[in-house]
């Protein structure tokens, strides 16, 4: 008699399905592409707010006022889905922590 429990879901309700993924990165892809059609300079850097890196604001989203690569602002919607974070803050308080 195996002691797992198959019945138990739990964790499988925090876990991103596939789909998920690829409709945020899509999603996120098509802002990049969005941007850069509309001429914002790709080149044209800001500091992100979450991994600190100089990034280019093109495919860029802003937060209430926090400025996310297009990278990390993939990362957050992941994140906010699996309910691993609730706000934008915690989000780039949690990179900035694993950056020091
Ligand atoms: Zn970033």
Request: proline share 1%.
């Amino acid at each position: 008699m195996l002691a797992i429990d198959f019945n138990r879901r739990k964790q499988v309700e925090r876990e991103v399905t596939k789909g998920q993924v690829a409709a945020i990165t899509e999603a996120m892809r098509l802002i990049a592409e969005d941007d850069r059609e509309r001429g914002i300079d790709r080149e044209a850097p800001f500091i992100c707010g979450a991994c600190g890196h100089q990034r280019s604001m093109a495919g860029s989203v802003d937060y209430g006022g926090i400025r996310l690569c297009n990278d990390c602002a993939t990362g957050y919607e992941l994140a906010r889905i699996t309910h691993s974070v609730s706000t934008c803050e915690e989000y780039a308080r949690r990179r900035g922590a694993r950056r020091n």
